[in-house]
């Protein structure tokens, strides 16, 4: 506003600073989530459990009977601990990517909350801080279905929901980022064919990455699951060592960039 | 929150200094090639119903984005309640409600639920949100579907929840998008109960509407727009005065005839136009007895407003 301007109304000159990231804010928007959850958490639980299980079963027992060991590690170790990355991708890459698009597209929930005092940052903050809790909760399943199958309990064990949460915070707002730029919610399935699928096998999910070619070897290297691999490994075999830092500092570095990168797409579209 | 408090006084002593609760000066708003606000001049009083009035296609919803710093504006200025916009957009939301036009419930979660989640949204203190949410369900009359999922309302009920979700915090301005497109007859009756108990309570309604009678019935001051700008504004009485004068001729007959009357009211430069089986002419008390045989009738503000858009009433 004008000096002029400013005379001719009679309002004082505004000094105030509007907050940003209000924890009041992200907390009302993850109170939907947890009410939504609430309707959907049985589904959830039922497939977050079941599908290590389905894993376990079919590598142990099919895979496993060849295989007794992959590298210097068993079987069970190796896939169990797999089957927290692949779990933590897949809790947290497809809802970024399906809910955001639902929510923003067909279900107009983001025009409704971004008309009460809430704004993009927040939403998506929030958004995607409730995908990567529940992807650090629900990462541990695997590792305790593992546990039944003969996995020896370690406390490094308990780091995994933190390793978790941040693979997941990452991956959610690579979602966030797909649905910001995706024209249909079909365009999702070169997402999950071209890129979600090959990343979790070039990860040393199921096979180590050592027996891959060089050049995939390299690719390995900037695939952030790779890195949560890596880690989830060190920890629950109680391996962990100064190169897991570097895995640790390559997972935060990943979940600050989708973050910022998230929040940058989906608000351009979101504010028109 | 007593810093909180003391900063929306203060807000409200410059809105009411002001004496408007939205002021919007020379605002544009391009969309590539559409240019769907065009230099968009508008106050609205503090305490007041507002209707702003025009064909579909006119930008009053684009305009009421802008208010929500939902669609930024790309030249003039805008402040809602005392607070310039975009960038203290997030004080202004805190101290309005929205109405949008298109339904945007959660449609797996109950009224009760969606009622929580907005008063948290709205900053309702912890201790109060029940209480906040019983009187908006109630407000709504809605309190024994409280526990119903949306999906299981009737689009009436959903309209109602869409309301007293807007007002669970008790907002001292309201905007209505469209608050009844769609509604069959008898459930705009009760919006439009629910819309003039808001007036009379003190809150300062915007509503947009391309509904003559929603407007003439609820607004104190209408503006009509058209092609993205005000073209006209003032109570509804002083719009049908000014745009259509006291009375209006109709004249009925086969289509041959009203072509004629037609051509007749062009030559003699009577502002005229075609209202269904007949040809209506504004101002017939200035006719002096130049006028065919027809009905009179008294104007309303449907003749102002086609006389002002030359948009035909659907």
Redesign the interface.
Known sequence: MSAAAREATGSAPRTRRVGRLEPAALAGVMSRDVAIFGRYWKATTFSSIVQPTIYLLAFGLGFGTLVKQIGHIKTVQYIGTGTVATAVLFSSAFPGMFNTFIRWQFQRTYDAMLAAPVDVEELITAEVLWISLRAGVYGMAPLLVALAFGLQPEWGMLLVPFIGFVTGFGFAAFGVTIAAVAKTIDNFNYITSAVLTPMFLVAGTFFPVSALPEGVRQVAQVNPLYHCVQLVRDASLGGLGTADLGHAAVLIAFALLMWRLAISQLGRRLID | MEEHTS?TADARV?AH??GSAI?IHGVVKR?GEITAVNGLDLEVPAGVCFGLLGPNGAGKSTTMRML?????ADEG?ISVL???LP??S??S??EMG?V?Q?D??????TCR?IL???S????VPRAERPAAVKRALELANLLPRADTIVKELSGGMRRRLLVA?GLIHGPRLVLLDEPTVGLDPQVRQELWTLIDGLRASGVTVLMSTHYIEEAERLADTVAVMSSGRIIAQGTPADLVRAHAGEQVLEVYGPPERLAEVGALAAEKGWSSRRSGPAVAIMRAETLNGQAPEGVRRPANLEDAFVALTGEEIE
């Not at chain 2, 948290?120 to 900053?123: E, G």
């Open positions: 900063e410059r200094a002001r002021s969309f929500t710093a939902q669609t930024l200025r005392g607070y310039e960038r203290e997030k004080q939301r805190l929205v949008p298109l945007n419930l959660d449609v797996e979660l639920q929580t989640v907005f948290r949204l709205y900053r979700r």
